[in-house]
């Protein structure tokens, strides 16, 4: 089993920074590809960017590549998701997820976070 609980979330004005967590209190993350996703309000939840259990590949949304980094680090069974210039349709909760494949975790995660609210204000 996998318990996943994201922090790092809050109030910012765009063009600035945030770092998202994502701890697996199981300590099984290294078995796992991890994604974030992100769903904005009266929309859809959309994948954000993924790495592959074996930390070798990564994978991002069109509307973040160059802004946001997807990482891990196994000893801390922590991912992370640095987000950088921030826009307000950045405004959404953002979940962590994860699966043993990274092409089955961006439409099919076996386990998801509880989710964390980021704010970005013009």
């Known amino acids: 089993q996998v318990h996943l609980v994201e922090s790092g979330g809050g109030l910012v004005q765009a063009g600035e920074s945030l770092r998202l967590s994502c701890e697996d209190l199981?300590?099984?993350?290294?078995?796992?590809?991890v994604a974030w996703f992100r769903q904005a309000p009266g929309n859809d939840r959309e994948f954000v960017a993924t790495?592959?259990?074996?930390?070798?590949?990564?994978e991002y949304a069109d509307s973040v590549k160059g802004r946001f980094t997807i990482s891990v680090d196994n000893g801390k069974n922590t991912a992370y998701l640095q987000m950088n210039s921030l826009t307000p349709e950045g405004t959404a909760v953002y979940y962590c997820?994860?699966?043993?494949?990274?092409?089955?975790?961006?439409?099919?995660?076996?386990?998801w976070g509880q989710g964390t609210q980021v704010t970005v204000t013009s």
């Open positions: 199981r300590r099984t993350l290294s078995k796992y590809a």
């Open positions: 790495v592959s259990r074996l930390r070798l590949l990564t």
């Open positions: 997820a994860v699966c043993p494949s990274i092409e089955v975790v961006k439409s099919r995660p076996d386990y």
